[in-house]
Nanobody, 120 residues
């Protein structure tokens, strides 16, 4: 069974930085994609950044130039480095791992989420 554990969230002032970690119970190469999503209250979960098994990355327009997604293959961990944080970045950040299954719908695994609060 797949387990994802996030860490690194907390309270930070505007302009500050945080690094989130997503530790997986199996090799990250087992998944087609690993990504970070965020959600505020009852709003829809929003894609923040994603990295493929091949190393390609994509970012939401709102975080380009400020956030960086990366991985440590030996530790089965994906990171999200967040710089120049803004109050609107405040959300619960969750790690997602997706496994494609050909003609079948993909499998999605989620971590429990970690709170990021950007405030003075």
């Amino acid at each position: 069974q797949v387990q994802l554990v996030e860490s690194g969230g907390g309270l930070v002032q505007p302009g500050g930085s945080l690094r989130l970690s997503c530790a997986a119970s199996r090799s990250i190469f087992s998944f087609n994609n690993v990504g970070w999503y965020r959600q505020v209250s009852e709003k829809e979960r929003e894609l923040v950044a994603i990295i493929t098994s091949g190393g390609s990355t994509n970012y939401a327009e709102s975080v380009k130039g400020r956030f960086t997604i990366s991985r440590d293959n030996a530790k089965n961990t994906v990171y999200l480095q967040m710089n120049s944080l803004k109050p609107e970045d405040t959300a619960v950040y969750s790690c997602n791992a997706q496994l494609w299954r050909g003609y079948l719908p993909p499998l999605d695994y989620w971590g429990q989420g970690t709170q990021v609060t950007v405030s003075s």
